[in-house]
């Protein structure tokens, strides 16, 4: 196993790569403990936590809300939760988006940590804070930064996950090679039967290298005013895409990734045989590069995220495969790349 902290301003994070879910009680208070996870996870997993009541949550995006978010606080208080208890969210990206911010909320903050049960968790969504819920037709619209005690990221659930699943999470680990470590590009590229093939070792490997990368950027930035930015590399285009298409998150990044990746050549001096090698990366892993809608309704969409800052938006480039950029970026001039592309 191996530790990593994150510092936050809400305290200290451990997320332990490599740790088995039979080890959770050992990091659990002796006092009252509450589970909340999905019904999936409960009906895979659920014996190893049967000693603690859970409250188990719709799955989906659609079940990230305010109102699932008000049925927790209900059986927070009905369980007769206060603020010497532990909540522990055990499950996916939801899951822990979700706990986070109820006991991030409940109470004014009560101690909580999380058991990444996705691959898209365990490399992302579970490590650096960010936590909260859907809002108005705009995802994590409502949320705040807080941080877990602890996360365990134990490789042996991967095995369950739908192939689906675990390209989403791909897309990320992929992300964060491009934007910050060659040698993770390599290994990636070198290993595609070993991570599509859940081998544990390699998905050990891949978790790690992500949660260095993902939790040096955050312990440098925790609230996202520069740096964390680089973590947002295929999301501008992806998320339009997400929306437009309703494909699933990780294919609409890796489309994302290769349309930064293009922008890259002329903007950021990215050699044009490294973007064809993310191009043909994200190809192996089975993930789409092209972005197969018009650019007029790709411009329209980024208009109406949430991240845009007025007529500028920041935009990660990579210089190259190892080393990301932001720009600020003016939508027209966007529209004019995408047009050209
Ligand atoms: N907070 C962040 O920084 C951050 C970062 C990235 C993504 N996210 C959020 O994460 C969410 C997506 O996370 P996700 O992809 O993990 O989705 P998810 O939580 O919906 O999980 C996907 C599906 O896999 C099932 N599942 C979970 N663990 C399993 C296992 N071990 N075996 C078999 N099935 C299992 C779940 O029940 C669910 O049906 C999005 O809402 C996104 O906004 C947050
Ligand atoms: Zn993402």
Redesign the pocket.
Known sequence: MKVFEIQGHSGTSRILVGEVLANLPQYLPATKVVVIT????KD??GTAFSQYPAISIG???QY?TLDTLAQIYAELIRLGVDRSSFIVGI???????IT?FAAATFMRGIPYGFV??????QV?????????V?FGGY??MVGVFSQPRFVICDPH??????EA?VL??LA?VIKHGAIADKALFAYLQNKIQGALSLDPVVLEHLVHQSVVIKAGVVNADETEQGRRRILNFGHTIGHAVEKLSGMP?GQAVSIGMQVAARLSTTLAGLPLDQAEALGQLLRSYGLPTELGLSPEKVSDALRKDKKKSGRQIHYVLIEEIGKATVIDLDLVELDRLLAAL
């Open positions: 999905d019904d999936t996870v895979l997993y799955q989906g995006e990230k499950g996916g990206g939801i899951v822990c988006d986070g990444a049960t996705t691959l898209l968790a992302d969504a579970s490590v650096g804070g960010k936590n909260g859907n995802k994590n659930l991967l095995v369950s996950l739908p699943e989403c999470g990320e998150h």
